[in-house]
């Protein structure tokens, strides 16, 4: 894999909960970036661990590195995509990915979305969310948790504004728009297990997003019972579209609009109770059935 993220974290432990034995080998990645050296050495880790150790597969994560787990000999190949990989950011990354994806044994596409913009046989494992963790809790006391102004309406926007794709000035014009009188809250950096309290803390959440493989952080939004007012990006549509009140919206009129109507009915949504294989259980079960059928045809 390149970089850790919560999810796949989340995706090891619960193989491992199941028996399954991983050993997680990640992209160097120094301080000036990562370059050739650094693939080198990975590869070089890859080739060692698949000819060395006791493994029945390589499953890659990310596409990127699927040409990587290809270059060993010797154990089927299952290649997680991401979404970003196939998503038009880069074409070089595109080719790549698309390459390792015709060789790899098998294919997991992360949502519909994903699945749409491949070419090969390929399976849906959806990325699941630790709805322990993220659950509705009572508002006041997230507030309370987090020192917030117990009156204030609060709309979160859940990155770093600095990251253009995110686009915080799309998130600030909606906001001025606004019938209603709310503050626009950017959390980011916070420890993750900070970040069920943020979601039942506020009132909505808005993402202006030019562009998503996902976003993970509608999901988890979702398993709280958040409202969301979102872009057309990623897999929010098929996440969202049997929700109460959480809406879609391209320009800085529509989603105000549609953000004044979740703030002004004060309700919660009811997508933790509509929203099928959003657990992380459901997730890991698919995997598992998916290892299960790869070494059965590629002993």
Not at 228 to 253: M, P, Q
Request: negative net charge; aromatic residues 8%.
């Amino acid at each position: 894999m390149t970089t850790p993220r919560s999810f796949f974290d989340q995706q090891v432990r619960m193989l491992e909960e199941r028996g399954v034995e991983c050993t997680v080998v990640e992209v160097p990645r120094p301080e000036n970036g990562r370059g050739p050296a650094e693939f080198a050495r990975f590869y070089r880790r890859v080739l060692r661990e698949a000819l060395l150790g006791d493994y029945d597969l390589v499953h890659a994560n990310y596409g990127l590195v699927g040409p990587f787990a290809l270059a060993q000999p010797v154990r089927p190949v299952i290649l997680s995509i991401w979404g970003s990989e196939v998503m038009g950011y880069s074409n070089r990354l595109d080719r790549v990915t698309r390459f390792a994806a015709r060789h790899s044994d098998a294919v997991i596409a992360p949502s519909a979305a994903v699945s749409r913009e491949l070419d090969r046989p390929h399976t849906v494992v959806p990325f699941g969310v630790d709805t322990d963790l993220f659950r509705p809790m009572d508002r006041e006391e997230a507030r309370e948790h987090l020192g917030w102004d117990p009156d204030t309406r609060i709309v979160l926007f859940p990155y770093d504004p600095d990251r253009a794709v995110k686009n915080h000035p799309l998130a600030e014009r909606v906001i001025e728009r606004l019938s209603v009188e709310a503050e626009l809250r950017t959390v980011s950096g916070l420890a993750y297990e900070e970040m069920p309290y943020v979601m039942n803390a506020s009132d909505a959440l808005l993402v202006t997003s030019e562009r998503e493989s996902g976003p993970m952080v509608v999901k988890e939004a979702a398993a709280c019972d958040l409202p969301v007012v979102s872009t057309d990006v990623g897999f929010v549509r098929d996440v969202l579209k049997d929700v109460s009140n959480c809406y879609i919206g391209e320009s800085a009129d529509s989603l105000a609009r549609h953000l004044d109507s979740a703030l002004e009915r004060g309700e919660r949504a009811d997508s933790r109770d509509v929203i099928d294989g959003l657990g992380l259980d459901e997730m890991a079960d698919r995997l598992l059935t998916l290892y299960t059928t790869t070494l059965r045809l590629h002993p």
